[in-house]
């Protein structure tokens, strides 16, 4: 079974404050992404990555930045927390070529910005 | 460009009766379609995909849905309801071979007793 853990389940946090949340996978994907899911507009997409060290943005990566120096884990990092950044933050991972593209997920961090 | 809409923010229904939740989507490709459910305070758990070969697909717990190329529609469906059903129900559109998914706002199903 694939799986993709993340740091916090919960994590609460002051504006300003430069917030990590890291992602983790055990099946050698290539691909790698970070959504932020809310309340009635579904997951959107920040950030993914296709390989080591390799990124491209998303749909919404304003107020967002991501690093990935090994093939098993991606960090998406807030360079300075705002209150509307209070959201549900997912993970996931792929495999390229895999068949239909799908994409496994992590249980979620939901972040607080006080 | 690709798009998915989710006919229906929230479904009511009673144990034992039929599911239906709405999706319909639009893809200048040939498209990957998928569904995927969310237990309350848990990720993401892929139901079923379709990627060109069966048009029915079918799915865990029972699920299943249809591609209807003619109606741009891949509704999501299962005979009976039962209690553990109640989560909220995510459809989702890829171009085959690219990367990047597309998701609907989400579906939340109420099972009552």
């Known amino acids: 079974d694939v799986k993709v853990t993340q740091s916090s389940r919960y994590l609460v946090k002051r504006t300003g404050e430069k917030v990590f949340l890291e992602c983790v996978q055990d099946?050698?994907?290539?691909?790698m992404f970070w959504y932020r899911q809310d309340p009635g507009l579904g997951l959107r997409l920040i950030y993914f990555s296709y390989d080591v060290k390799m990124k491209e943005k998303g749909d919404i990566p304003e107020g967002y930045s991501v690093s990935r120096e090994k093939k098993e884990r991606f960090s998406l990092i807030l360079e300075s927390a705002s209150t509307n950044q209070t959201s549900m933050y997912l993970c996931a991972s792929s495999l390229t070529g895999g068949v239909g593209n799908t994409q496994y997920f992590g249980p979620g961090t939901r972040l607080t910005v006080l | 460009a690709q798009s998915v809409t989710q006919l229906d923010s929230h479904v009511s229904v009673s144990e034992g009766t039929p599911v239906l939740l709405r999706c319909n989507y639009s893809s200048s490709y040939s498209p990957s379609l998928f569904w995927y459910v969310q237990h309350p305070n848990k990720g993401l758990q892929l139901l079923l995909k379709?990627?060109?070969?069966?048009?029915l697909v079918k799915g865990i717990n029972g699920f299943e849905a249809e591609f209807k190329k003619s109606e741009t529609s891949f509704h999501l469906t299962k005979p009976s309801a039962h209690m553990s059903d109640a989560a909220e129900y995510f459809c989702?559109?890829?171009?085959?071979?690219?990367?990047?998914?597309?998701f609907g706002t989400g579906t939340r199903l109420l099972v009552s007793p």
């Open positions: 379709y990627t060109s070969a069966a048009t």
């Open positions: 099946m050698d994907h290539e691909n």
């Open positions: 989702v559109v890829s171009n085959t071979g690219f990367q990047k998914l597309v």
